[in-house]
């Protein structure tokens, strides 16, 4: 089970709570500590909406990948902080924004 909290991402095993917080030595750590949704999609991945992005969880490396908005960038998010995920049934990502 997952948990987002303003404190990080939890994950429960069913015996032990890991926490991912933020590294800022670690390019692939959690992008942001207060999580605001957090989806798994059809292949597994695990999408986590932060106040300052989105951040993407692979499982089998236990690495994130963070999205974040560029002003000057279009084809980055639109925004922050992401409120909102939902995968179509063609496997397309929808990201809700404020």
């Known amino acids: 089970m997952w948990f987002g909290t303003q404190d990080g991402l939890n994950r429960f095993d069913g015996h032990h709570v890991t926490v991912f917080s933020p590294d800022p030595d670690d390019p692939t750590s959690l992008g942001n500590n207060d999580i605001h949704s957090i989806m798994e999609d059809s292949r ?55």
Do not use: C, N
């Open 44 to 98: 597994g991945m695990i999408w986590i909406g932060t106040a300052a992005g989105l951040d993407v969880f692979d499982r089998s490396t236990e690495t994130f990948r963070s999205y974040e908005h560029d002003p000057d960038d279009p084809a980055s998010l639109s925004g922050h902080p992401v409120t909102a995920l939902h995968e179509d049934r063609d496997g397309i990502i929808w990201v809700g924004t404020a």
